[in-house]
């Protein structure tokens, strides 16, 4: 017989940390839960071209909202237009993602940064 095998019944419970981990992962997947509904009312804001272009984006990385300054309009430079919503969208992308690693960090403890892009945290 292997070393160990014929441990007393009680034994077992302390060696796999007392039994509570479904009750923790249960109460953490909760918790996370809450913290992604939270998230998707929070937004972030980003421009870009001094303030041309403005995006609103919800901290679950949902565009809610494009600003355009009218002036930005009058040269009609489409190219330019298109390059200052491509610039302040990547940047409410990256604030929106900055949001979600601050509120998820305390539930993860770290574990989102360990974690493969899009993963859902």
Same mark, same amino acid.
Do not use: H, W, Y
């Given at each position: 017989m292997?070393?160990?095998?014929?441990?007393p019944a009680g034994m077992k419970n302390k060696a796999m940390g007392g039994g509570n981990i479904m009750a923790k992962i249960q109460q953490m997947q909760q918790q996370m839960e809450e913290a992604q509904a939270k998230l998707a009312e929070e937004t972030v804001t980003a421009t870009a071209g001094g303030g041309a272009v403005k995006i609103t984006m919800s901290g679950d990385q949902v565009c809610k909202g494009v600003e355009i300054d009218p002036a930005l309009l009058q040269d009609a430079d489409v190219e330019m237009l298109q390059d +200052?919503?491509?610039t302040a969208i990547n940047l409410?992308?990256?604030?929106?993602?900055? +949001?979600q690693?601050?509120?998820?960090?305390?539930l993860t403890g770290g574990l989102s940064g360990m974690l493969p892009p899009g993963f859902g945290f």
């Amino acid at each position: 017989m292997a070393k160990g095998f014929n441990r007393p019944a009680g034994m077992k419970n302390k060696a796999m940390g007392g039994g509570n981990i479904m009750a923790k992962i249960q109460q953490m997947q909760q918790q996370m839960e809450e913290a992604q509904a939270k998230l998707a009312e929070e937004t972030v804001t980003a421009t870009a071209g001094g303030g041309a272009v403005k995006i609103t984006m919800s901290g679950d990385q949902v565009c809610k909202g494009v600003e355009i300054d009218p002036a930005l309009l009058q040269d009609a430079d489409v190219e330019m237009l298109q390059d +200052l919503i491509l610039t302040a969208i990547n940047l409410g992308l990256e604030k929106a993602r900055q +949001l979600q690693s601050e509120r998820m960090e305390p539930l993860t403890g770290g574990l989102s940064g360990m974690l493969p892009p899009g993963f859902g945290f």
